[in-house]
Antibody
Framework: EVQLVQSGPEVKKPGESLKISCKGSGNSFTNYWIGWVRQMPGKGLEWMGIIYPGDSDTRYSPSLQGQVTISADKSISTAYLQWSGVRASDTAMYYC???????????????WGQGTMVTVSS | DIQMTQSPSSLSASVGDRVTITCRASQSISNYLNWYQQKPGQAPKLLIYDASSLQSGVPSRFSGSASGTDFILTICSLQPEDSATYYCQQSHTAPLTFGQGTRLEIK
């Protein structure tokens, strides 16, 4: 069974750097895009961006480009979401997710990580 | 960005009822429309993809349909476990935007 396992909850102060991870099981990690979805407390889902670990081709939501960096290390089947300096407005649950079709960045997400809660507070 | 507008934002229905949730796209997205169910404290779950295709393992009481830029999620014979928030998502053009969600309460 394919799974995405995310790193644990984080509590950070404004301005601190942060990198959260999403590790895939199975040997097909490089054949699928991996997306990141944000959910602020009590709010809806927001598509942040997506990466193809096979060649690190990355797409970002225009509203978030420059605020976060999405990366991947295919050798360890892991995708990352990182901030150079977090803000209180980054407080949210972050999910990684895999599209249902191999090689497609536009298919619906059928495999989801359990989520990583990020809290930014002084 | 393509805007996805869901209605209603919340609804309440009884076990056995038939409910519909609508999602309207701000421009043509062909049939690139997905529906998700999210329960409190859980990750979203894919229910319907390509507007009307049922994801494997999802009960057949869930169905999706499309007419132009309007998309409908229908739940026939509502069950207690269907209490959740439902989101549509267009997968036609990045960023792959979501609707704002519809909270479904079971009376």
């Amino acid at each position: 069974e394919v799974q995405l396992v995310q790193s644990g909850p984080e509590v950070k102060k404004p301005g601190e750097s942060l990198k959260i991870s999403c590790k895939g099981s199975g040997n097909s990690f490089t054949n699928y895009w991996i997306g990141w979805v944000r959910q602020m407390p009590g709010k809806g889902l927001e598509w942040m961006g997506i990466i193809y670990p096979g060649d690190s081709d990355t797409r970002y939501s225009p509203s978030l480009q420059g605020q976060v960096t999405i990366s991947a290390d295919k050798s360890i089947s892991t995708a990352y979401l990182q901030w150079s300096g977090v803000r209180a407005s980054d407080t949210a649950m972050y999910y990684c997710a895999r599209p249902r079709e191999t090689g497609s960045s536009h298919a619906g997400f059928d495999i989801w990580g359990q989520g990583t809660m990020v809290t930014v507070s002084s | 960005d393509i805007q996805m507008t869901q209605s209603p934002s919340s609804l309440s229905a009884s076990v056995g009822d038939r409910v519909t949730i609508t999602c309207r796209a701000s421009q043509s997205i062909s049939n690139y429309l997905n529906w998700y169910q999210q329960k409190p404290g859980q990750a979203p779950k894919l229910l319907i993809y390509d507007a009307s295709s049922l994801q494997s393992g999802v009960p057949s009481r869930f169905s999706g349909s499309a007419s132009g830029t309007d998309f409908i999620l229908t739940i026939c014979s509502l069950q207690p476990e269907d209490s959740a928030t439902y989101y549509c998502q267009q997968s036609h053009t990045a960023p792959l935007t979501f609707g704002q969600g519809t909270r479904l309460e079971i009376k």
